[in-house]
């Protein structure tokens, strides 16, 4: 579908500016998001990946290895013989500013390099052995010429590569080419399998328990009644789905690849491959085990796979971390979307890298920290920013950018006992537990209650063969449910929640336990299956008006990624790029620190950028690719800043 999509709907787009809602945006829209069905993420890494790109219509040389990407036009790309591309990379040729639709092409030329979490936009080009260092944003016009390196956001040159400073690549036999794409085809297909394992058992169990804890019937009671009963029926079946995934992952990972030590092997190894079936496993479990970040489970997930945490260390959703490679002192914290410690590829070798987070030390939101990273105790890497070379850095410091600068001072909340923030007491242990337990096991058994009353209710029209009346009631089913999951979210947010307001919480109290399950639950149930397909229509921002976000008319949002919805105000006809968004929290110091953000009118926020709270951007200001705005900043009227942090700018 993906491929068809890509190859039908977005032929003959080229580069240039179309207007917004019109034929060529609704054609582009459309096979965006039926990109977002093709489970990309399994080939990720492989030769295979680059096969799937060049069936969408990229162009892509050989001998090239890429991490993961976003790319949002494929016919407008062109990938060299011999690139390296990293981890969540978004190569975003399209996007959206000033009522029009802004398509270029991006190239990168043989040889080059382009590292994990970069943001590239159209209209740039990396020439051969150019080099784009890791959470860097090249913005539209950009160009880096031969043997460059340019880093930071926005990106600029440092120096020019020298003779022979990259390793020459190692050989490789097509006869080994062709035995790994074999080994990645029957990797995918092992990991897409793998985790309806443990969903047999759990349907035994609700089976098992229907009749005689009770007895769910959509025709006596109704089918949204009928959901909530299997609901809970498969409450214990949740449970067991979960606790088998993550025990699945973690026996497939140590069977396939033994403790790994620091050190360079070639991309066409079987070390590289045996690590790539390995983390393939680890990423897809994801799915599954979602509701398990961020919460006091997380840290037995990943000493599971190998990792050592400390005592009352946090981690939420990191993203490409080595298990082996990894250690969290006591008392650290991990937020959302941190880049920890991913391998580094080039020139067909793989290096990897221990990673060490020091006792206390806070990696913030979106956050880059290279493999290889020491940071000392009670540092601080604040949000977007890249952590500096382990021989900067001093105990105590704070570090902000990318390139990151040391802050002489940063704000501390006190007033609040360690009981509460780094040291709790074994009932608050309890009492989280217990409500993070609930909001793991939660949308899980919403998803197979739905299941159990549309599988039933379909039965009947199965059995009578008629096919397209079947294939007519799925669709009309799935669109109930992605309603439904979306309206509980809503109820279940006024109902726990109300109203957000500005205030500062320490970490162990039940206010911040119920906050952070509200999200989880937004992001696992609400967004994958219903606010993800409105993404770029203009029926998203009325559904976020439901859950208290303010916005004005007339308003672009590619994006779901808010939190705290009440304290968040869009001016009309602003624009808000992908994976950019206003970020009302932060947990500093263990406390939860909650702010307003009031976006002007006509504000455009470019790719991957973030604003952070108690922050008022005025009418008609223009924010480029992978920009932070600093909390408590005000950006005046109709003016332009790029840059982590946000610096004035001239698009």
């Known amino acids: ?121 159209g209209d740039t080009a990396i020439a051969s052995y150019g080099r784009l260092e890791g959470l860097a944003a090249l913005a539209r016009g950009g160009r880096i010429s031969e043997r460059e390196i340019w880093d930071g956001s926005p990106a600029r040159f440092v120096r020019y590569q020298k003779c022979g400073e990259r390793p020459v690549r190692p050989p490789v036999t097509q006869v080994r080419r062709i035995g790994e794409s074999l080994f990645f085809a029957g990797g995918a297909a092992l990991t897409s399998v793998l985790f309806f394992l443990p969903i047999f058992p759990a349907f035994v169990l609700i089976d098992a328990l229907e009749g005689r804890v009770l007895e769910p019937s959509f025709e006596e009671h109704g089918y949204v009644l009928a959901v909530f009963e299997y609901a809970l029926l498969a409450i214990p079946a949740s449970a067991l789905l979960i606790v088998g995934t993550a025990l699945i992952a973690a026996a497939i990972r140590w069977a396939v690849l033994p403790k790994l030590r620091p050190g360079t092997w070639p991309v066409h190894s079987n070390l590289y491959c045996r690590k790539w079936l390995a983390n393939q496993i680890q990423v897809a479990s994801l799915h599954v085990l979602h509701g398990v970040y961020a919460t006091v489970f997380a840290p037995i997930w990943y ?82 920013s890249k952590a500096p070379k382990s021989e900067m850095m001093q105990p105590g410091q704070t570090w902000v950018g990318s390139p990151a600068i040391s802050l002489p001072s940063r704000e501390i909340l006190t007033g609040f006992p360690e009981s509460l923030t780094f040291r709790p007491s074994t009932w608050r242990w309890i009492g989280r537990a217990l409500v993070e337990a609930m909001r793991i096991v939660m949308p899980l058994s919403l998803i197979i209650g739905a299941g159990y009353v549309i599988v039933l209710s379909l039965m009947p029209v199965a059995e009578e063969e008629a096919w397209l009346t079947l294939v007519f009631d799925l669709g009309v089913a799935g669109i109930y449910y992605g309603v439904g999951c979306f309206l509980f979210v809503v109820a279940l947010k006024w109902r726990l929640i109300g109203r957000y307001t500005l205030r500062a919480t320490p970490m162990w109290t039940p206010f911040v336990w119920t906050s952070e399950a509200l999200t989880s639950v937004y992001e696992s149930i609400a967004v994958p299956n219903f606010l993800e397909y409105l993404r770029g229509t203009p029926m998203l921002p009325s559904m976020l008006r439901l859950m208290g976000v303010r916005i004005g008319r007339d308003v672009y949002m590619d994006t779901t990624d808010i939190t705290e919805f009440d304290c968040v105000q869009i001016g009309g006809r602003s624009e808000l790029n992908a994976w950019s968004g206003p970020q009302t929290h932060l947990f500093e110091d263990r406390v939860m620190k909650i702010g307003r953000i009031q976006i002007g009118e006509r504000v455009t926020l470019g790719i991957r950028s973030t604003v952070l709270y108690d922050t008022v951007i005025g009418d008609g200001v223009l924010l480029g690719p992978l920009t932070l705005v600093m909390k408590g900043e005000k950006l005046p009227p109709d003016s332009a800043w790029s840059g982590s942090p946000a610096q004035s700018w001239t698009s």
């Open 1 to 121: 579908v993906a491929v068809i999509s890509s190859r039908l709907l977005l032929r003959g787009i080229k580069a240039g500016r179309y207007p917004l809602w019109g034929v060529t945006y609704f054609r582009w829209w459309l096979a965006d998001r039926l990109h977002q069905i093709a489970p990309a993420y399994l080939l990720s890494g492989s030769s295979l990946y680059n096969a799937d790109l060049r069936a969408m219509g990229a162009h892509v040389g050989e001998d090239v290895v890429i991490g993961s990407v976003t790319i949002r036009q494929p016919h407008l790309l062109r990938i060299g013989d011999g690139v390296s591309i990293g981890s969540n990379v978004n190569l975003e040729n399209v996007r959206v500013e000033r009522g029009e639709l802004v398509v270029g092409a991006i190239d990168i030329g043989p040889e080059g390099y382009v590292g994990s979490y970069v943001v590239m936009e």
């Open 303 to 384: 000493r599971l796979l190998g990792a050592k945490i400390g005592r009352h260390a946090e981690i939420s959703t990191a993203m490409g971390l080595i298990p082996d490679m990894l250690t969290l002192g006591d008392e650290s914290f991990i937020a959302d979307a941190v880049m920890l410690g991913d391998e580094e590829v080039d020139g067909g070798w793989m290096s990897i890298d221990y990673t060490v987070i020091g006792r206390r030390s806070f990696v913030g939101n979106g956050a880059y920290v290279p493999d290889g990273t020491t940071l000392p105790s009670d540092v601080l890497i604040g949000v977007q």
